[in-house]
Nanobody, 124 residues
Framework: QVQLVESGGGLVQAGGSLRLSCAAS????????MGWFRQAPEKEREFVAV????????YYANSVKGRFTISRDNAKNTVYLQMNSLTPEDTAVYYC?????????????????WGQGTQVTVSS
């Protein structure tokens, strides 16, 4: 069992930056690939970024590529999402997720554990 707790969300103006963190419980953090997803009002949850267990492989959604950076610190059981050049279209609840599969999996329904989410609001 893994518990995930996101933090770092908030209100920011367009063009600004935020850094999200997701802290995981347990001593097996490095056996999970970690992902960030988001859900805007009245929209389905969508993939944002994923990072492999050792951070050797990273993949981004096209909508955030070049603006967002995912990273992880296995010693701190934490995954991060640095978000730059934010736009109002990035407004959503952001969730982190853990996946036990040995390969990267960006499917919303294929994640094993989810955090409670953190709200990101970008004003124009």
């Amino acid at each position: 069992q893994v518990q995930l707790v996101e933090s770092g969300g908030g209100l920011v103006q367009a063009g600004g930056s935020l850094r999200l963190s997701c802290a995981a419980s347990g001593r097996t953090f490095n056996t999970y690939s970690m992902g960030w997803f988001r859900q805007a009002p009245e929209k389905e949850r969508e993939f944002v970024a994923v990072i492999s267990r050792s951070a050797g492989r990273i993949y981004y959604a096209n909508s955030v590529k070049g603006r967002f950076t995912i990273s992880r610190d296995n010693a701190k059981n934490t995954v991060y999402l640095q978000m730059n050049s934010l736009t109002p279209e990035d407004t959503a609840v952001y969730y982190c997720a853990a996946n036990r599969q040995p390969y990267l999996n960006i499917g919303v329904t294929n994640q094993d554990y989810w955090g409670q989410g953190t709200q990101v609001t970008v004003s124009s």
